[in-house]
Each structure stands twice: as C-alpha cells, then as structure tokens.
C-alpha cells in the first residue's frame, strides 16, 4: 500500500489581544481572538520530523501582539490581511496564510471605562497566497433575533412519524452566524459594510412574513447582496430556536400563544448561501 501526505497546515489558535489607544484622556479599546494557520513546503516536517521550513506558532503568535504596537488593530479585516501578506512574504516555505480574527465588543461607560457587550460577535476570515491573491469573508455570529408572530409553518411532509401539527401563528428564533464575500480584493470601509449588512439581514428579518426558516434564509441574504453592492456572496447557519406554547389546560387556563417553553435541544439547523450569478469563483474563501 502507498500513501502520500494531503492538504496540510499549521498555526496558533485563538491568540487573545486586547489593544488600548491612549488618546489623551479618553481611550478606545480593541478586544480580538486572532487565529492564524500557515501552508507551503511543509512535506520535510510531516515525513522526517525536520523543522527547516517551520515557522513556530509561537512566533506567529508574538507577530500578532507586535504588529498591534506597530501598526494599531484597526479594522479587524485590515490587520487580518496584513499578518496574512506579512507572513508569506517573509517566509520563503510559506505559499499560503489563513488568518481569522473575532472581534468583541465593549460599549464605553466614561472616558477610560467600559462595559462588554453581550450581544453577536464580529468574525472575519482573511487568505493571502504566494500569488498575491487576496479574499476577505466578513461576518458575524451569536445574532439573536426573534419575532413573537408572523411565522408560519405547514404542508410540509406528513409521514408515519410525523407528529408536528401545522401552525399558521409561530415564534421564530434564530441565532444568526452570517459570513459574507467581499468581491475584488477588499472594499473601502469593512466598518461600513459590516454595519450595512448588519442592517440588512435585522431589517429582512423583522420584514418578512415567514412560511419556514429557509425562506427568511433567502430573503435575508438577498436583502444584504442588494443592499451592499461590494459583496458577492452571503453564507448563514441559523438554528431554529423553539418556543413551544405549553398545555396549560390542566391549571384551567387558556393560552393564547402567550405563554411559551423555549427549549434548548434537538432543534432544526438551516443552512444556505445566496450568491449574485455574476459572483467569481469561491476558491478557498470558505475553509
């Protein structure tokens, strides 16, 4: 039997930085998970252990925390794409860079305070390879959103072990993890078009009369490719959150989709990309 080696790379995971500019009195935080993974000439390593071509995650690592001092954080695709260019132009082993960045947020409570917040979690994914070619995927995760009526679901298929009964008035939970395509080779505000797409996917939700999950999928990666011109492609994941009335006949009561059991697990998992047809080709965008 022959084997060979497959598709391989290497890196440090989940690398915590958070960033203070002093401007003055008044200071401005940035608080990122930088997770970098590097591939090239990497068979040496994998097949006799020699380390020639291995750059060490721990110095991926201290590149991280170096280029914050030298160069700020920024927007978090901008400093993404800089590690990315930095680490294959300055290692002759590495073909390909793969840097993926969450970004926190803090709401300011003064001048030098600050309290987390709570809600969804900025994420970007950046590859830069030996051919120059960049791509940026934006996105976001841990949206909660819900509406309390405008659902629907039925004339689904009925088969021996069906027991959901059809509903015309339904809560629809979800929380949203959305990852987003720039096209071309970056756009010229990632904070603006994260905050139009933001808006984009909320506004589609709130507005749509939904028949399933999968239809308010569509319309909401639909709203934001119309909505932001200089992205190509939208992907979401979207866990169906739900809220079954509870049986309060037993207590004499009635419930009037009023009161509601929001259950933890099993729960539905929708996932689905809407792409503009004219949008090129993925390549290695997604991985």
Request: charged share 25%.
């Amino acid at each position: 039997m022959t084997v060979r080696l497959g598709p391989n790379r290497y890196g440090k995971a989940e690398t915590r930085l958070v960033h203070v500019v002093r401007d003055g009195p008044v200071h401005h935080v940035k608080d990122v998970n930088v997770s970098t993974s590097l591939s090239g000439d990497m068979e040496a390593v994998h097949l006799t252990g020699d380390n020639a071509a291995v750059l060490p995650t721990d110095s991926q690592k201290n590149t991280v925390y170096a280029f914050a001092r030298k160069h700020g954080v920024g927007q978090i695709e901008e400093f993404a794409l800089r590690l990315a260019r930095h680490f294959v132009e300055s290692q002759s082993t590495v073909h390909h860079a793969r840097v993926e960045i969450e970004e926190y947020g803090w709401n300011r409570a003064g001048p030098h305070s600050f309290v987390r917040d709570g809600g969804e979690v900025r994420t970007c994914v950046v590859h830069h390879d030996r051919d120059g070619r960049d791509t940026v995927v934006s996105g976001l995760k841990d949206l909660v959103v819900l509406n309390s009526t405008g659902s629907e679901f039925h004339g689904y298929i009925v088969d021996e072990y069906t027991t959901l009964p059809p509903t015309t008035d339904r809560v629809l939970a979800t929380a949203v993890t959305a990852r987003w395509r720039h096209a071309g080779d970056g756009t010229s505000s990632y904070a603006k078009s994260y905050e139009e797409v933001r808006r984009a996917l909320i506004d589609a939700f709130a507005g749509t009369h939904s028949l399933s999950l999968q239809q308010t999928l569509y319309a909401m990666g639909e709203r934001a490719l119309t909505t932001c011109p200089e992205i190509c492609e939208v992907r979401m994941v979207m866990p169906n959150k739900h809220h079954f009335a509870v049986d309060l006949t037993p207590f004499g009561l009635d419930n009037d989709n009023e009161v509601f059991h929001a259950a933890d697990r099993p729960y539905g998992l929708i996932e689905g990309g809407v792409l503009r047809e004219d949008a090129p080709d993925a390549g290695f965008a997604w991985e």
